[in-house]
């Protein structure tokens, strides 16, 4: 029982954190947006992709998230407005961002020139989806070569997201990837969520997914 309390006090304390958050990015206006999925399907990618379709559009700042480095801070630095790397590899949650790392992140940020935050969340699918950072809308990535089972073997991830992306779809050719029984799946757990199928190297539904993006950008200034 006792544990049970415990993991019930970090996640009320994360919650508090979580709602000062979002306070502070609607004050300014900003959309924040969490991307996250497995190790490797593409969040780094979609990034950049994100930025280069909307630079002229959007102001975006980008937190990105690993356990150790900043070779996603590197890639995104000469695209982004402003870009903050957090590690979380000596921190007491190592394998999510919580919502005090993202506060911190926050007053690093020139926030009056910002009108986007996307957040880069620590390449996994489990710790991800027990932390709300205050963002306003969650993105899952599952790709391709990860396999087409991800949603029963990590349910959880998936039921909070307002997008689910099948990244890499220019290697559908080459793989055992059920698209059909996939999107199935994630309409069983989330009848709600867009599913979009793209290719951050080809470019194939990036259109589709930066639409997306601008909308939430507006209905968020017109306080939706
Ligand atoms: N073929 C193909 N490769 C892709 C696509 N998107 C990303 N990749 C490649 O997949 C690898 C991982 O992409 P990243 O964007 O770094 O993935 P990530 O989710 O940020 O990875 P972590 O931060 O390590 O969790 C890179 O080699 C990308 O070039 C895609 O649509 N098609
Ligand atoms: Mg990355």
């Not at 790397?85 to 790392?101: K, V």
């Not at 689910?164 to 009848?191: C, H, M, Q, T, W």
């Amino acid at each position: 029982m006792k544990k049970i309390e415990v993991i019930q006090n970090v996640l009320e304390a994360n919650e508090a954190i979580a709602r000062r958050n979002r306070e502070l990015l609607e004050k300014h206006g900003i959309l924040g947006i969490n991307v996250m999925s497995g190790p490797g399907a593409g969040k780094t990618s979609l990034i950049l992709q994100t930025i280069a379709g909307l630079r002229d559009r959007l102001n975006v700042a980008v937190i990105e998230g690993d356990v150790a480095s900043t070779v996603d801070a590197e890639k995104v630095q000469d695209e982004a407005r402003a870009v903050v790397q957090i590690n979380t590899r000596n921190m007491p949650e190592s394998c999510s961002l919580t919502a005090a790392m993202i506060e911190s992140a926050l007053k690093e940020l020139p926030l009056d020139e910002v009108d986007l935050v996307l957040i880069e969340n620590i390449g996994n699918l489990i710790c991800p989806s027990e932390f709300a950072l205050g963002e306003h809308r969650r993105v899952v990535i599952s790709s391709l070569p990860e396999g087409d089972d991800k949603t029963a073997k990590y349910p959880l991830i998936f039921v909070d997201a307002d997008v689910v992306i099948v990244n890499k779809i220019d290697l559908l050719p080459y793989l055992d990837f059920d698209l059909a029984a996939f999107r199935e799946a994630v309409r069983g757990l989330n009848s709600e969520a867009l599913v979009l199928q793209l290719s951050c190297k080809t470019g194939q539904g990036v259109e589709e997914w930066r639409s997306w993006v601008l909308e939430q950008a507006s209905l968020n200034r017109s306080g939706r």
